[in-house]
């Protein structure tokens, strides 16, 4: 009788842990540059809960689709960063070349795109072993990466090329590119992989790409040198976070009109879009806080103090 309540109560104990682990706050991981650091939120408490030491210039977030892994690039540590979203420790760091920016993984979370600010390419690396297939050459100065839902194609805004480069990733060659608006840094995929949506620096902008024939459908006004972008509430909504006047532009992705603006913090950078696809999350370089947006009601409704210099530059969500 003993073994069996050993055994009833261990089993409950395990059912409570699980359950405890399915029903855990997603995570937001934020890089914070000049603090050589991530931040790691829980969502649920609104607030930092752990600081991961990340040497060498942290920028750019990818977290595996599992939320398993974030990947971090260091620029000043010529690679990037792997972070094991369990134990919030640093468990590799893998070196690619020294103007690492942009980053992401791929939707089966078997490889991890790196863009190279300075030799103009984008490097493919396998993560079981972290060795580079290959070196694709694109435009000048790559930032933004965004790989499509059905893992078949990576694209890349190549910022001093004023355009947007559409891999295909079996033969790991290019298969077009548009011109967009002018220093294209960050972008983003709709859920069907139908519309990119690329924020222009210089132009105060976004581009409408239309993924599939990589044309152009609308250029969207904007406000003062938009960084990055994010898709909510089933993708009817874009927010661009404005860097030179700290707001968020919100604009509607039917009519493709900006709808409001709304103030955040000092100049905000990175942007992602929590899994409940309704709060909006929001870097802010200058004040080291993240600003968190009600997608349907349009204002902040929270600021988590993190790092200084969060910059958070990618998909910066786990699971």
Request: hydrophobic content about 40%.
């Amino acid at each position: 009788m003993f073994s069996v309540n050993k055994m009833t109560v261990a089993m409950l104990v395990a059912t409570v842990f699980l359950s405890a682990q399915v029903m855990a706050a997603p995570y937001a991981y934020i890089s914070n540059q000049l603090d050589d650091s991530v931040s790691v939120i829980d969502t649920d408490q609104a607030k930092v809960v752990n600081t991961i030491s990340v040497p060498g210039k942290p920028a750019g977030i990818a977290v595996s689709p599992d939320g398993r892994y974030c990947y971090v690039s260091t620029p000043e540590g010529k690679g990037f960063a792997v972070l094991d979203t369990r134990t919030n420790q640093l468990l590799n760091k893998v070196e690619v070349s020294d103007g690492a920016l942009g980053i992401v993984v791929a939707p089966d979370g078997k490889r991890v795109y790196v863009a190279d600010w300075y030799t103009n390419s984008v490097a493919v690396l396998d993560v079981s072993n972290w060795q580079v297939i290959k070196r694709i050459a694109v435009g000048e100065s790559p930032s933004g990466l965004v790989i499509s839902p059905n893992n078949q194609w990576l694209y890349v805004a190549n910022r001093l090329s004023n355009s947007v480069s559409k891999i295909d990733l079996k033969s790991l060659t290019i298969e077009a590119t548009v011109d967009v608006g002018k220093h294209p840094f960050g972008l983003t995929i709709d859920s069907k992989g139908e519309r990119i949506y690329v924020a222009n620096v210089q132009s105060d902008n976004v581009t409408v790409v239309d993924a599939n024939r990589m044309k152009p459908i609308r250029t969207v006004k904007v406000n003062m040198l938009p960084y990055a972008t994010t898709l909510a509430l089933n993708d009817s909504r874009l927010f661009v976070t404005n860097q030179d006047d700290g707001s968020v532009s919100v604009v509607d992705t039917e009519s493709l009109k900006e709808i409001a603006l709304i103030k955040v913090g000092d100049k905000p950078e990175g942007i992602s879009t929590h899994p409940d696809d309704r709060h909006v999350y929001v870097a802010n370089w200058f004040d080291g806080t993240v600003s968190v947006i009600d997608g349907k009601l349009l204002k902040v409704v929270d600021t988590i103090k993190t790092g200084e210099g969060s910059r958070a530059f990618g998909q910066f969500f786990g699971k």
